[in-house]
């Protein structure tokens, strides 16, 4: 073989590894960028879902204090329910106490 044949040859592996060795450079570096921006997304995933924790455990506050709200408000119903018997009751007592309307005409008197 001639010198010339094997520099070619030794130039065009140099070549065909130097382009190799950037395009592995590059995705390395693509790789180490692609895995940053990705951690960075976690962390703000994490603290999105902390928020969600915090918003989930409000909820549930709200739902415990709407559960004691709807209790109040059956008792409060029982209670006017209550007092419209008895308000019937006082009404029928105080019927009683005034009597009849008087049913007959009167005449008059001159």
Same mark, same amino acid.
């Given at each position: 073989? $001639?010198?010339?044949?094997?520099? =070619?040859?030794?130039?065009?592996?140099?070549?065909?590894? #130097?382009? !190799?060795?950037? *395009?592995?450079?590059?995705?390395? &570096?693509?790789? @180490? @960028?692609? %895995? +940053?921006?990705?951690?960075?997304? /976690?962390?703000?995933?994490?603290?999105?879902?902390?928020? !969600? +924790?915090?918003?989930? +455990? &409000?909820?549930?506050? #709200?739902?415990?204090? !709407?559960? &004691?709200? /709807?209790? @109040? !408000? %059956? @008792? *409060?119903?029982?209670?006017? +329910?209550?007092?419209? =018997? %008895?308000? =019937?009751?006082?009404?029928? $007592?105080?019927?009683?106490?005034?009597?009849?309307?008087?049913?007959?005409?009167? =005449?008059?008197?001159?």
């Amino acid at each position: 073989m $001639s010198a010339e044949l094997i520099g =070619t040859i030794a130039a065009v592996a140099t070549a065909i590894g #130097m382009i !190799f060795a950037g *395009m592995h450079a590059l995705l390395t &570096r693509l790789e @180490r @960028r692609i %895995d +940053a921006r990705f951690d960075q997304v /976690d962390a703000r995933f994490e603290q999105v879902d902390a928020r !969600f +924790a915090q918003v989930d +455990a &409000r909820f549930d506050r #709200m739902d415990a204090r !709407f559960d &004691r709200m /709807d209790a @109040r !408000f %059956d @008792r *409060m119903d029982t209670h006017v +329910a209550q007092l419209e =018997t %008895d308000l =019937t009751d006082v009404k029928v $007592s105080v019927a009683r106490l005034e009597g009849p309307l008087p049913t007959l005409l009167r =005449t008059r008197q001159v």
